[in-house]
């Protein structure tokens, strides 16, 4: 039967000794790394959906607190772009608190801000009415990073905002704060307002979310097709101009680039998750790294896959047996479409060769283990695809929809191949998946390609030297307002 269960640091199935190794193994990370295993950027930066869950936090948080008393070696740091930011007070807005992509990189945001001496304060608009493990565990991180946390709601809220340098609103469904909370001093605020822009869908496009678009300093989006989308949806839908608006590619952090520069980890990693999917180390694994949801196409992943499997059957290829892997299931939630999936993987007979993986922060794993990344988003794509980066630098090629930002980081025949959306890219993602298969070397001068693309344009330093070009426009033009409305 296909695996149910995502990889957990300790499970009981292990050996005594290789737990002892993966422990070890850990503990030779830096504290950082091993904290970014379990508290990483989401598997995409598009979808305020995306899954990921604290799967393995609870059993491995004995090994962050050993691994906290460990001191980093002192190395000579390149100063960072962001360092005009210090004593600045920079105010962020998050429509939720939770581990998808949205709130994930304000956070990433909110740790860059902090570690140049930046006054951080956080707000998140909906929260839930109890406070459950997420929400506490990411607070508790931000606490212990200096980044307060404040309510989005009252005087407090509108004083921070007030006299906030800087106010940053993650995603178009933030825009109804504004109204909500500052009623009558949102004109006071908005000149000083960067909108971090994440979404591609259709249903974002609500002038209650967007009215006051036009009117604040600058809009953030992390790729071109994307700012293209919103241009033209906005003008021709909702008869409103974008504000000036900057595209900023996102990259890698140095956590995982970290691990994904370590052979050791990455051996130990590899065999340590295949082991747990039951899968050898010369089968060949194609995995799809993403909340499961018809958006992210992993029901023409699946018909692909199993095209590709008939082509090699008809053709007598000799080759190591093929396995998907699908990490981003959710059984409880029990939704038709996974259903869909899992039934038709029984349909199919193929049972043995599909294996889903719980939701999970913990991606760097399966990236280790895994031979090349599938990135199916379907209709507009991704706007960005952060998972895609990652799996660039753990040395994968990438077989990717050709829509949305994902063309702006895979060069297709060079670093991966590109497949239509839709039905019509069901056969062509299938001779990808076996041309892949078959040309050992082709993949491998692929993944070396991709890595090398990375270490271009994909980093952390490229995005925090993106992002300070765009934060010292906004505060330039915010200072500009300010002193015209003093005049």
């Given at each position: 039967?296909?695996?149910?269960?995502?990889?957990?640091?300790?499970?009981?199935?292990?050996?005594?000794?290789?737990?002892r190794w993966l422990l070890a193994l850990l503990l030779m990370l830096s504290v950082s790394t091993v904290i970014a295993f379990f508290m990483r950027s989401a598997f995409d930066s598009c979808d305020r959906t995306v899954s990921a869950a604290v799967d393995g936090i609870g059993s491995s948080r004995h090994v962050?607190?050993?691994?906290?008393?460990?001191?980093?070696?002192?190395?000579?740091?390149?100063?960072?772009?962001?360092?005009?930011?210090?004593?600045?007070?920079?105010?962020?807005?998050?429509?939720?608190?939770?581990?998808?992509?949205?709130?994930?990189?304000?956070?990433?945001?909110?740790?860059?801000?902090?570690?140049?001496?930046?006054?951080?304060?956080?707000?998140?608009?909906?929260?839930?009415?109890?406070?459950?493990?997420?929400?506490?565990?990411?607070?508790?991180?931000?606490?212990?990073?200096?980044?307060?946390?404040?309510?989005?709601?009252?005087?407090?809220?509108?004083?921070?905002?007030?006299?906030?340098?800087?106010?940053?609103?993650?995603?178009?469904?933030?825009?109804?704060?504004?109204?909500?909370?500052?009623?009558?001093?949102?004109?006071?605020?908005?000149?000083?307002?960067?909108?971090?822009?994440?979404?591609?869908?259709?249903?974002?496009?609500?002038?209650?979310?967007?009215?006051?678009?036009?009117?604040?300093?600058?809009?953030?989006?992390?790729?071109?097709?994307?700012?293209?989308?919103?241009?033209?949806?906005?003008?021709?839908?909702?008869?409103?101009?974008?504000?000036?608006?900057?595209?900023?590619?996102?990259?890698?952090?140095?956590?995982?680039?970290?691990?994904?520069?370590?052979?050791?980890?990455?051996?130990?990693?590899?065999?340590?998750?295949?082991?747990?999917?039951?899968?050898?180390?010369?089968?060949?694994?194609?995995?799809?790294?993403?909340?499961?949801?018809?958006?992210?196409?992993?029901?023409?992943?699946?018909?692909?896959?199993?095209?590709?499997?008939?082509?090699?059957?008809?053709?007598?290829?000799?080759?190591?047996?093929?396995?998907?892997?699908?990490?981003?299931?959710?059984?409880?939630?029990?939704?038709?479409?996974?259903?869909?999936?899992?039934?038709?993987?029984?349909?199919?007979?193929?049972?043995?060769?599909?294996?889903?993986?719980?939701?999970?922060?913990?991606?760097?794993?399966?990236?280790?283990?895994?031979?090349?990344?599938?990135?199916?988003?379907?209709?507009?794509?991704?706007?960005?695809?952060?998972?895609?980066?990652?799996?660039?630098?753990?040395?994968?090629?990438?077989?990717?929809?050709?829509?949305?930002?994902?063309?702006?980081?895979?060069?297709?025949?060079?670093?991966?191949?590109?497949?239509?959306?839709?039905?019509?890219?069901?056969?062509?993602?299938?001779?990808?998946?076996?041309?892949?298969?078959?040309?050992?070397?082709?993949?491998?001068?692929?993944?070396?390609?991709?890595?090398?693309?990375?270490?271009?344009?994909?980093?952390?330093?490229?995005?925090?030297?993106?992002?300070?070009?765009?934060?010292?426009?906004?505060?330039?033009?915010?200072?500009?307002?300010?002193?015209?409305?003093?005049?």
């Amino acid at each position: 039967m296909a695996k149910h269960t995502a990889v957990g640091w300790g499970h009981h199935h292990y050996h005594h000794l290789q737990n002892r190794w993966l422990l070890a193994l850990l503990l030779m990370l830096s504290v950082s790394t091993v904290i970014a295993f379990f508290m990483r950027s989401a598997f995409d930066s598009c979808d305020r959906t995306v899954s990921a869950a604290v799967d393995g936090i609870g059993s491995s948080r004995h090994v962050i607190q050993v691994a906290e008393k460990r001191t980093a070696p002192i190395a000579a740091v390149k100063p960072s772009p962001l360092s005009f930011m210090k004593s600045k007070v920079v105010l962020l807005v998050s429509h939720e608190l939770s581990l998808s992509g949205g709130p994930l990189l304000l956070m990433e945001l909110a740790f860059l801000l902090r570690s140049v001496g930046a006054e951080v304060y956080w707000m998140t608009i909906m929260k839930p009415s109890e406070t459950d493990e997420v929400t506490y565990s990411l607070e508790h991180k931000m606490l212990g990073r200096g980044v307060q946390v404040v309510s989005a709601k009252g005087k407090e809220a509108l004083d921070t905002a007030l006299r906030a340098d800087l106010v940053v609103l993650n995603t178009a469904v933030a825009g109804k704060w504004l109204d909500v909370v500052l009623k009558g001093d949102v004109h006071r605020v908005l000149p000083k307002v960067l909108w971090w822009i994440h979404e591609m869908r259709g249903h974002y496009f609500k002038l209650d979310y967007v009215k006051h678009l036009p009117f604040v300093a600058g809009a953030m989006i992390d790729s071109h097709v994307t700012t293209e989308y919103w241009k033209n949806r906005t003008q021709e839908r909702l008869k409103i101009k974008m504000p000036d608006t900057y595209v900023v590619h996102l990259g890698n952090s140095k956590e995982l680039m970290q691990v994904a520069e370590d052979t050791v980890a990455k051996r130990v990693l590899r065999e340590h998750v295949r082991e747990s999917l039951g899968v050898l180390n010369e089968d060949l694994l194609f995995a799809l790294i993403n909340s499961v949801s018809r958006g992210k196409g992993q029901d023409l992943f699946l018909r692909s896959f199993y095209e590709a499997l008939q082509l090699i059957k008809e053709k007598k290829m000799q080759i190591p047996p093929l396995h998907a892997v699908i990490v981003g299931s959710d059984m409880s939630a029990q939704t038709k479409f996974e259903m869909e999936l899992r039934d038709y993987v029984v349909l199919k007979k193929i049972q043995d060769r599909v294996h889903f993986v719980n939701k999970t922060l913990t991606v760097a794993p399966y990236l280790a283990a895994i031979d090349v990344l599938v990135q199916n988003s379907q209709a507009r794509g991704e706007c960005f695809g952060r998972i895609t980066i990652e799996a660039m630098a753990f040395q994968l090629p990438v077989l990717g929809t050709s829509a949305g930002g994902t063309t702006e980081i895979v060069v297709n025949g060079t670093t991966g191949l590109l497949h239509p959306v839709g039905k019509p890219g069901v056969t062509p993602l299938a001779k990808n998946i076996v041309k892949l298969a078959t040309h050992v070397e082709r993949r491998l001068t692929m993944g070396k390609r991709g890595y090398e693309r990375v270490k271009e344009r994909f980093l952390e330093q490229h995005m925090a030297e993106r992002i300070a070009r765009v934060l010292k426009e906004v505060l330039r033009k915010s200072k500009n307002k300010s002193s015209r409305h003093i005049g």
